[in-house]
């Protein structure tokens, strides 16, 4: 078997204040290869979006490690984890986290400049074209529905087809009906580029459709395969 393309090892998090020490997150380990899918699932206050967050290198862990393509995370500085994740990692929100001011093919080729592509239009326009948002191109968030938000959302994290895709609850604030056919667009897009999906989810339905689930309590989490 090839290596993990993401090893989560022994990470806990914990915060002292005066009233003494919290403990968010106790011991994670996990491992995925490239292509696979894991939903982490459990209760608010489970330490879900905390652990996504470390992953990301957003946070740090009191202890443990994270090595996503065989680099460790943490023997990084800000800047060079700033680096990874643009190389490696794609994000989708529950709220979007769309710029307004941005149309959105502008929203979608953003990723692109920043990552030195000279003419990234063609590919957003692509990529819009497959979330079913071609005549969207010109418009702008706050004129789109939730559904559409989000599918421009995904089409910004697939665009630069990352190795690594994390999603901190992409269906948390659709509705059912909508949230089933972003969940169903995201795992296709998933499956055709080859991205490793980690989602957060309170949705254990959609988290069956992962290959694995990582089920957090209180800190502690458990594999179903």
Do not use: W
């Not at 789109?144 to 690594?164: H, I, N, T, W, Y």
């Amino acid at each position: 078997m090839s290596s993990p393309l993401i090893a989560v090892s022994q990470v806990s998090k914990s915060v002292t204040d005066a009233t003494g020490t919290l403990e968010i997150l106790c011991d994670i380990n996990f491992s995925l290869q490239p292509q696979q899918t894991l939903a982490i699932v459990g209760a608010s206050g489970s330490g879900k979006s905390t652990l996504l967050a470390i992953m990301a290198g957003l946070d740090t862990p009191t202890k443990g490690s994270v090595h996503i393509a065989g680099q460790d995370v943490f023997a990084l500085n800000e800047d060079q984890r700033a680096a990874m994740r643009a190389k490696h990692i794609g994000f989708v929100f529950q709220s979007f986290q769309l710029l307004a001011p941005l149309t959105a093919l502008e929203n979608v080729m953003l990723p692109l400049e920043l990552a030195g592509h000279l003419d990234p239009k063609p590919m957003a326009k692509d990529m819009l074209a497959r979330v079913g948002l071609a005549e969207r191109l010109n418009h702008y968030p706050k004129v789109m529905s939730g559904g559409e938000q989000q599918r421009v959302a995904l089409a910004r994290a697939f665009v630069v087809k990352p190795d690594v895709l994390l999603a901190d609850e992409p269906t948390g604030s659709l509705d059912h009906a909508t949230g089933e056919k972003v969940m169903q667009l995201m795992l296709a897009l998933n499956k055709e580029l080859g991205t490793t999906l980690v989602m957060v989810t309170h949705d254990r339905a959609l988290s069956q459709r992962c290959d694995q689930r990582l089920v957090m309590e209180a800190g502690r989490a458990h594999l179903e395969i």
